[in-house]
């Protein structure tokens, strides 16, 4: 199994719901991620995830809260997202060893209104 | 800073030729990856071929071969007998180390979009 699943595929949501990205992988990777792509940009990284624990936050704001329940899930949180967050959102996983490369989701295309 | 600069936006080709797409980097690091990504429509970032900056051969996987030019710190793709599904963005990537816990911070290029005409 090399896949990096991710649910839901599609999300719209208004600025005062709250709802919830899942990202699942089952190659024993212990690094996972969460990426942000724009129309037409490439990623950028938000959080990266080692042995479960929050390793780097890309000072993203707050109404974006990631959490990592076991090693083989990693969720995004959305609270009071703003329009502007309308974008793609990639989960993907690696091993904890350097210079390794990275599996990626087939991403949640996400739309505020 | 790493950065990574794609200078090609866009770039076409006839089906059945080569196309090779450019990329440059800036780095202080001594030992590194060098990663090509592809995103077709389907938006999945699939990894197309990977150079470790310690190993002078060129990589090779199957029509897809890169140029890794050390010195002048340029990783340029290759695409031979262009095929119709190679139509996607391509992005050339760096690794950077994070600290804390070894995990690795991907650093894109802005992307060359390629379009493979029948």
């Known amino acids: 199994d090399t896949e990096v699943t991710q649910t839901p595929k599609h999300l719209v949501m208004g600025m005062t719901n709250k709802k919830s990205l899942k990202c699942e992988q089952h190659?024993?990777?212990?690094?996972m991620y969460w990426y942000k792509q724009k129309a037409k940009k490439p990623p950028e990284l938000m959080f990266v995830?080692?042995?479960?624990?929050?390793?780097i936050n890309e000072s993203v704001p707050s109404r974006f809260s990631p959490e990592c329940p076991n090693s083989s899930l990693l969720n995004l949180h959305l609270h009071a997202l703003q329009p502007e967050d309308s974008a793609l959102y990639l989960c993907?996983?690696?091993?904890?060893?350097?210079?390794?490369?990275?599996?990626f989701g087939q991403g949640t295309r996400l739309t505020v209104v | 800073a790493q950065t990574v600069t794609q200078s090609q936006p866009e770039m076409s080709v006839q089906e059945a030729e080569t196309v090779t797409l450019s990329c440059t980097y800036d780095t202080s690091e001594n030992n590194y990856y060098l990663f090509w990504y592809k995103q077709p429509p389907s938006r999945q970032m699939i990894l197309v071929i990977r150079q470790e900056a310690y190993k002078q051969q060129n990589a090779t996987e199957n029509r897809f071969s890169v140029n890794f030019q050390k010195a002048a710190k340029s990783f340029s793709l290759k695409i031979s007998d262009s095929q119709l599904g190679d139509t996607a963005m391509y992005f050339c990537a760096f690794t950077s180390i994070i600290t804390q816990g070894g995990s690795e911070k991907l650093v894109f290029g802005k992307g060359t979009k390629l379009t493979v005409n029948p």
């Open positions: 995830y080692s042995y479960e624990k929050l390793s």
């Open positions: 993907a996983s690696s091993q904890v060893v350097r210079r390794r490369w990275a599996f």
């Open positions: 190659m024993g990777h212990r690094a």
